[in-house]
């Protein structure tokens, strides 16, 4: 248990080792992760920040080297290890899904695959400390794919905020090693271990039933040129919002800059919704249309990743829901797919 | 009538007739709060229209960029003032004919802005909302609170000199409904140029260093239809893609000039943006500029010349003449 009181000297104890980062609130309203060392603007009653975690991990730029007449310098991260604090199941989640991409080094049993570096400097040693959603949003659906309010899938340890206390359970060993350290924790309670329990049940109880997803993926390649994709695609204004707040969404540019024999290599987040994305050198567009990009966007995260990867890229945190001009709802187009016929009524 | 009842049977009366073959206006969206653009074929459906504070999306973006899908259909549109600015501005540019759009203006009292209603309601998700005209009552999961209408209208509206239709085939409900907030829209600018050049360098960096280059501001916005924007140009590659200052405030200022005189400051690229910058700032600044250089606002008059295209002797040129 960590006395509430406490919770500003562990956070300052964990940044002695760590680079700490939580949900904060700013003064203007917004709610964000950020970095922290003390517990001064950490916000645990909201539920999903603006943007997800994954620029932590895998910034919005980066620089892959830099030359000059001395040579190449990598410019992997060389940061101190990262803790967070606070996060979602959804979001601990998707970086485990990121953690397959970036990460793993078999994609499908025998295939050897390439890691990445910049990943694995920052996420591999990384520590999550997850949180109990206490209340989830009406955008929230993390229960379409087995997550729910106390999911601990990515995290090291899961926090349950139970008022004047945390309930602070290990999820990892390493989690549990880290937990050994921290003189400001006391033994929990069977009856802290209930509380927690009721508010992983309040939050459960609150979540609107799932959506059958069983099926979805060997249905979706028969749908690719269905009729239907027009009508789900005629609002949106591929503005490119959803991919950036999407925790899972993970594609990138290659970008150089570089003048009188000095320069750098950066990585930068790209868009599946920009039509330059896939505009090839000839001038030639395999997805010139909106109607393209918007199928692609569906397609990759409930077909073809899970055709590389055994599971679907999404985790249901309802950023992509709640960040379109258009209200533009993937579960809605799910529902819709799931059941095609009734698509233009739904 | 209710202004929605009267839409409603506009929208249908337009499709039955045949007089368009699509309307565009906003129905319920999955979301609490929230309207969503609907395309309307068949007259049964004018029924789902609906028109209140949740209609913030400007349809004028839909006949821009490669959402060019309108292309030889007749269209009707619900259009709030600056929706409809947007459409005229765009009607100038020869971007849209005017034959084949049937322009609906609709009373106009502000649209809400999702952020400010999370923050008039302490970050808590509202669940329901309802106007009380100038007051709106925001409820969810244990806790109903009464807020002025001011403190969830997007900043666009709070400062909007034309909430009515500039140009409209016909206009429901009586105009004038909400009040002309020119002073507020010039005493913002006139707030940003008395900062001292480094108080205005520190404000311009605060805001526009939150952007993530996602373009969402670009895309939303029904002015910005460059076949290929510089931002994607890559051969040469006209700025850099990261989050620098140096790079994110290229774009911003780029993109400033590309819409001065062209911008209707609907405030589409502001409720946007997913970071959260106010990305009016500097577009209400450009605006108002014009309007002191040129006495022409953006959209007004369809007959009139795009006022970055027009030249008059009687213009400044102190930037020439010295």
Known sequence: MLDRTALGRFISVLAGSYDVHAPVTACDGSFEYAPVRTAEGLDGTRTVTGLSPKGIFFPKDEVLFQYDGDGIRSGEASCRPIAVWGMRGCDARSLALLDRVFGSAVQKPGEERFQDPYWKARYDGAVIFGAVCVKPLSTCFCNWFGGSPSSTEGMDVQVTDLGDAFLLAPVTPEGEELLGRMDMLTQAADTDLDASREVAHRAGAMMSPPFSLEGLDRRLPELFHDPAWAGIAAPCVNCGACTFACPTCHCFDVQDEGRNGRGRRLRVWDSCMFSSFTLEASGHNPRARSLERVRQRVMHKFSYFPANYGERLCTGCGRCVAVCPVGFDIRKVLRGLGAPRDLKKD | ?322
Request: charged share 30%.
């Open chain 2, 1 to 322: 009538m209710s202004v929605e009842m009267e839409l409603r049977a506009a929208a249908c009366r337009l499709l039955e007739e045949g007089t368009v073959d699509l309307f565009i206006g906003w129905e319920r969206g999955s979301l609490p709060a929230s309207a969503v653009p609907v395309f309307i074929t068949d007259p049964a459906d004018a029924d789902r229209l609906v028109f209140d504070i949740t209609c913030g999306t400007n349809p004028a973006v839909y006949f821009t960029k490669d959402h060019r899908q309108f292309d030889g259909k007749r269209v009707g549109l619900a259009l709030k003032g600056c929706d409809s600015r947007a459409m005229v501005q765009n009607i100038m540019e020869k971007q849209v004919e005017r034959e084949k759009v049937v322009m609906i203006g609709v009373p106009c009292r502000g649209v809400l802005d999702r952020r400010r209603v999370a923050l008039a309601a302490d970050g808590r998700e509202v669940l329901e909302l309802s106007d009380l005209g100038d007051a709106v009552r925001l409820s969810g999961r244990g806790f109903d609170v009464e807020a002025p209408r001011e403190a969830i209208l997007a900043d666009s509206c709070l400062a909007c000199a034309h909430p009515d239709a500039s140009v409209a085939d016909l206009f429901l409900g009586a105009p004038g409904g909400m009040e002309d907030a020119g002073e507020r829209r010039l005493r913002r600018v006139r707030e940003y140029e008395a900062l001292s050049p480094a108080e205005r360098w520190e404000r311009t960096v605060l805001e526009y260093g939150k952007c993530i280059r996602c373009y969402a501001c670009r895309n939303v916005c029904p002015s910005c239809y460059c076949e290929v924007c510089f931002v994607d140009q890559n051969d040469p590659r006209w700025i850099g893609g990261t989050c620098e200052i140096t790079d994110t405030l290229i774009f911003h200022l780029i993109r400033n000039l590309h819409v001065a005189g062209r911008c209707v400051e609907c405030g589409a690229c502001a409720r946007a943006c997913p970071a959260g910058v106010d990305l009016l700032l500097l577009n209400r600044k450009v605006a108002i500029e014009v309007l002191e250089r040129f006495g022409e606002e953006a959209g007004m008059e369809i007959g009139a010349k795009p006022i970055m295209a027009d030249f008059r002797e009687d213009e400044k040129q102190e930037f020439i003449m010295g």
